[in-house]
């Protein structure tokens, strides 16, 4: 089992929908957790991290935090094209791990 | 404007070569750190640094090395032991032990072996 698994995509919305991100992690220990935005040929950026349960909105973002459950959930209200990127799920005890990443594509 | 710079953003390499990537920031962060990104994959650790003239092996340090002498600096030495170094290259930085998975990164550097 890996310790970060992501769905690798692609997940293809239309623009306006809103896409839906999952990500789940193995170390129940673990204490933050983030996401972060990949554009094609560029380098990561961060956009949203969460360390408690529940919501965390910013925007058009929300990051959704489960621990029982071992998931954290990134959404994207109102989805442009610009949006189309891979988004990878990142979670932290101790060190940083990183899913492979989900590739999202928003149509026009 | 703060930041993180990489160089080279492109580098060939024939085998058996060592090449050094270059990664300096103005962020004024105390730790720094260099991944690995193949593609379809996530992100692998390859060292870490926390404080100057100091640091640790990630998950991935075979056939690469580091050094940490200034704060500003953290450059990577992929050497010929390194089997299957074509990759994409990522120098990143974080505030500080609280912020840790708060990574800042550089642009990059694209490696590949002829």
């Known amino acids: 089992q890996k310790e970060v698994e992501q769905n690798s995509g692609p997940l293809s919305v239309p623009e306006g929908a809103i896409a839906s991100l999952n990500c789940t992690y193995s170390?129940?220990?673990?204490?933050?957790f983030f996401w972060y935005r990949q554009y094609s040929g560029k380098s990561p950026e961060l956009i949203m991290f969460i360390y408690s349960n529940g919501d965390k909105e910013d925007g058009r973002f929300t990051a959704q935090l489960n621990k029982a459950s071992q998931y954290v959930s990134l959404l994207i209200r109102d989805s442009q094209p610009s949006d189309s990127a891979t988004y990878l799920c990142a979670v932290r005890r101790g060190k940083l791990i990183f899913g492979q990443g989900t590739e999202l594509s928003v149509k026009p | 404007d703060g930041g993180i710079t990489q160089s080279p953003k492109y580098l060939f390499r024939k085998e058996g070569q060592n090449v050094t990537l270059s990664c300096e920031q103005n962020l004024n962060h105390d730790a720094m750190y260099w991944y690995r990104q193949d593609p379809g994959q996530g992100l692998r650790l390859i060292y870490y640094?926390?404080?100057?003239?100091?640091?640790q092996k990630g998950d991935i340090a075979e056939g690469y090395s580091v050094s940490r002498e200034k704060k500003e600096s953290f450059p990577l030495t992929v050497t010929s032991a390194q089997k299957n170094p074509t990759a994409f290259y990522l120098c990143?930085?974080?505030?500080?032990?609280?912020?840790?998975?708060?990574?800042?990164f550089g642009e990059g550097s694209r490696l590949t072996v002829l």
């Open positions: 990143a930085s974080s505030p500080g032990p609280t912020r840790a998975g708060e990574l800042f």
């Open positions: 640094s926390q404080i100057v003239n100091d640091f």
């Open positions: 170390d129940r220990g673990s204490q933050s």
